[in-house]
């Protein structure tokens, strides 16, 4: 199963975009790329994922590169509420009938005012 | 109803002692997931169960037992824990097993 690399902490102004980058060198083709938050103290939220196509919905938007070597997770318009750990995680392949997240370390994104 | 929940929200329990956490959710979902988070990691994946049949244990030792009555919840036995076991236990449930997952808010678990 691949594993994902992520930078420990960032910080974005509030109001700008927060770009957030993953690497995952040894992805294969059939493993998606999923993105999770997780503010302080809560469970995990589900922000979006992908295969191969650039994927948005109404949180982020996700961009991942042609090789499927890297993606991005896009905040297009970071508040606050957006301060945050996020995971980007590898869903491992089918193994004993199920599929298995294997998260990244996690990246602390701070939201400044 | 869209969300997972757990009870309790703290636990603080004696090494000899014998408790449960439980979880629930009513989105029809057949997956249920366990996971611990111990401070400033990632969470890890305990046990897996998929339309009340346990699929995964991953070598979590027989202190943690897991129990899945009906598709709508989840319990976790414990019992004669370490203080090393002390952490934040995270449900996860997901229409599937090829679906994302939804995660409660977690028991946070003291062993003393």
């Known amino acids: 199963d691949a594993k994902t690399t992520q930078p420990p902490s960032m910080d974005c102004a509030e109001g700008r975009a927060a770009n957030l980058p993953c690497n995952h060198s040894?992805?294969?083709?059939?493993?998606?790329v999923y993105w999770y938050r997780q503010i302080h103290s809560q469970g995990p939220q589900y922000i979006i994922h992908?295969?191969?196509n650039n994927e948005t919905n109404e949180m982020a938007s996700l961009i991942i590169t042609e090789d499927r070597k890297s993606s991005t997770l896009i905040l297009p318009h970071a508040t606050l509420r957006d301060t945050a750990v996020y995971y980007c995680?590898?869903?491992?392949?089918?193994?004993?009938?199920?599929?298995?997240?294997?998260f990244g370390t996690g990246t602390r994104l701070k939201v400044l005012a | 109803d869209t969300e997972v929940t757990q009870t309790p929200k703290h636990l603080v329990m004696g090494m000899t002692n014998k408790k449960s956490l439980k979880c629930e959710q009513h989105?029809?979902?057949?997956?249920m997931y366990w996971y611990k988070q111990k401070a400033k990691k990632p969470p890890e994946l305990m046990f897996v169960?998929?339309?009340?049949?346990?699929?995964i244990n991953e070598s979590v030792p027989s202190r943690f037992s897991p129990e899945c009555p009906n598709s709508s919840l989840l319990n976790l036995h414990l019992h004669a824990l370490q203080p090393e076991d002390s952490a934040l236990y995270l449900c996860?449930?997901?229409?599937?097993?090829?679906?994302?997952?939804?995660f409660g808010p977690g028991t946070r678990l003291t062993v003393t």
């Open positions: 995680i590898v869903r491992g392949s089918w193994t004993s009938g199920t599929y298995k997240y294997i």
């Open positions: 040894t992805i294969s083709g059939n493993e998606y």
């Open positions: 989105m029809g979902h057949r997956a």
């Open positions: 992908g295969l191969k």
């Open positions: 996860a449930s997901s229409l599937d097993r090829t679906y994302e997952q939804y």
């Open positions: 169960y998929s339309y009340e049949k346990l699929s």
